[in-house]
């Protein structure tokens, strides 16, 4: 088989005919089972929702302002269509973001995904993403799971360890970050581990960037990414290198101008909007704050579904590093614990091995070893994340409202 089902080689006016139909249903019911969405949509009658005009025409939510929302009404801010008590699991991401998970097998579709990344029934796949509090581990080893593999569930962290299950296991697939992939063949040339076994990647979580696909090329690995978030589950998923991703069939995807919900033409970079088609969490038009654009034209590989470019960077300041997102406000309350500090601004960079690196670069009057630890720690605390610590002069850092500025280039 080629293609993961049917699904993919759809007509495109059987797709948007068939999507739309299940988005009218899906505005019928979050409006009589989601709080939150009856009264964002009382106005709206579903039947109008027939095709991408009429729903550019409904209201976005953003990704950025769930915090605040699900703080006003816990856990799920209302947009959740089923008691949380039918619910398989529920995450929580950094912020804190509570994520729920439906009880179906491949809640978040991973399996599409997997299985245009050549794995196949019979595989052991090394999994890499987390398990705790946040939902990736869950995504691909469900996903992974759907198509017939066997999972090591070995999640991040201990480099070591992780290296010495390889060489006894020899999975022959990854999952992960690609930048964890390349530590863990470096850890193991450098520990003399045998983890020639692996042969194929899923990578997700941060850019996939051209050096480090040709190093895990010439280590026989093939690797392919994946475009998710821990709200929406699988967005976009690759199947020929650098030429796009493409949509998955459980979702709608539209590329709007920043700070508004309008529809931009192809090939024009813009946000991510997706409407997720699920009873559990109906989640219609969800900014993501993710920048891609569409990609012209349709993929070589067969699949009929629409493309976009990738990750493209964000359009607000939420930063995702090591896959993990970052918010201006974790930033502020790790300022906050330190009356020292005047001003500061948390910047993320590549360092020479092209693995993201992030310092906070403070203003301060006092300054010291002792601060610069401890500060660091808190950063760590709260943002689940290690960090540098830099001075820098009073009045230095620009007056132009960022809090986080991300340096890394992708191209």
Same mark, same amino acid.
């Given at each position: 088989m080629d293609f993961y089902d049917d699904l993919e080689t759809r007509k495109p006016d059987e797709r948007e005919r068939e999507q739309f139909a299940a988005v009218s249903m899906q505005v019928a019911h979050a409006k009589a089972n989601a709080p939150y969405f009856a009264a964002l949509l009382k106005d709206i009658d579903p039947k109008d929702i027939r095709d991408r005009k009429s729903l550019a025409a409904l209201p976005v939510t953003r990704k950025s302002d769930l915090i605040g929302l699900q703080k006003q009404t816990p856990p799920f801010a209302g947009m959740t269509a089923v008691p949380n008590g039918a619910l398989g699991r529920i995450f929580s991401s950094p912020g804190p973001i509570y994520d729920?998970?439906?009880?179906?097998?491949?809640?978040?579709?991973?399996?599409?995904?997997?299985?245009?990344?050549?794995?196949?029934?019979?595989?052991?796949?090394?999994?890499?993403?987390?398990?705790?509090?946040?939902?990736?581990?869950? *995504?691909?080893?469900?996903?992974?799971?759907?198509?017939?593999?066997?999972?090591?569930?070995?999640?991040?962290?201990?480099?070591? +360890?992780?290296?010495?299950?390889?060489?006894?296991?020899?999975?022959?697939?990854?999952?992960?970050?690609?930048?964890? +992939?390349?530590?863990?063949?470096?850890?193991?040339?450098?520990?003399?581990?045998?983890?020639?076994?692996?042969?194929?990647? *899923?990578?997700?979580?941060?850019?996939? +960037?051209?050096?480090?696909?040709?190093?895990?090329?010439?280590?026989?690995?093939?690797?392919?990414?994946?475009?998710?978030?821990?709200?929406?589950?699988?967005?976009?998923?690759?199947?020929?290198?650098?030429?796009?991703?493409?949509?998955?069939?459980?979702?709608?995807?539209?590329?709007?101008?920043?700070?508004?919900?309008?529809?931009?033409?192809?090939?024009?970079?813009?946000?991510?909007?997706?409407?997720? +088609?699920?009873?559990?969490?109906?989640?219609?038009?969800?900014?993501?704050?993710?920048?891609?654009?569409?990609?012209?034209?349709?993929?070589?590989?067969?699949?009929?579904?629409?493309?976009?470019?990738?990750?493209?960077?964000?359009?607000d300041q939420t930063t995702k590093v090591k896959g993990m997102f970052v918010h201006p406000s974790q930033v502020d309350q790790a300022v906050r614990r330190h009356p020292e500090i005047l001003k500061a601004r948390l910047v993320v960079n590549h360092d020479a091995g092209r693995n993201d690196v992030m310092t906070l670069r403070c203003e301060s009057k006092t300054r010291s070893d002792d601060l610069s630890r401890t500060i660091s720690d808190t950063l760590r605390e709260v943002c689940k994340l290690r960090g540098e610590v830099e001075f820098v002069d009073a009045g230095s850092l620009p007056n132009d409202g960022k809090v986080i500025e991300d340096l890394r280039k992708y191209d």
């Open positions: 729920p998970q439906g009880p179906r097998g491949d809640f978040w579709r991973m399996g599409r995904a997997l299985f245009a990344a050549g794995f196949r029934h019979g595989d052991v796949v090394h999994n890499t993403f987390s398990y705790h509090f946040t939902p990736a581990g869950f *995504m691909m080893d469900l996903g992974a799971q759907a198509i017939g593999c066997a999972v090591f569930p070995a999640g991040i962290g201990q480099t070591e +360890l992780q290296v010495a299950a390889i060489a006894d296991l020899k999975p022959n697939a990854y999952a992960g970050t690609p930048s964890f +992939l390349k530590i863990i063949l470096e850890k193991a040339d450098e520990l003399n581990f045998d983890a020639s076994s692996l042969k194929k990647a *899923m990578v997700s979580g941060e850019a996939l +960037l051209p050096p480090v696909r040709d190093w895990l090329k010439a280590r026989g690995i093939e690797v392919r990414q994946s475009y998710g978030t821990a709200d929406l589950g699988l967005v976009a998923y690759e199947t020929i290198p650098t030429a796009g991703l493409i949509v998955d069939e459980g979702v709608i995807v539209e590329i709007v101008r920043p700070g508004t919900g309008d529809p931009l033409t192809d090939g024009q970079v813009g946000e991510v909007v997706v409407t997720l +088609l699920s009873v559990e969490y109906p989640l219609i038009r969800f900014a993501t704050g993710d920048l891609s654009a569409v990609a012209a034209g349709a993929s070589a590989c067969g699949r009929t579904n629409m493309r976009i470019k990738g990750w493209m960077g964000r359009a």
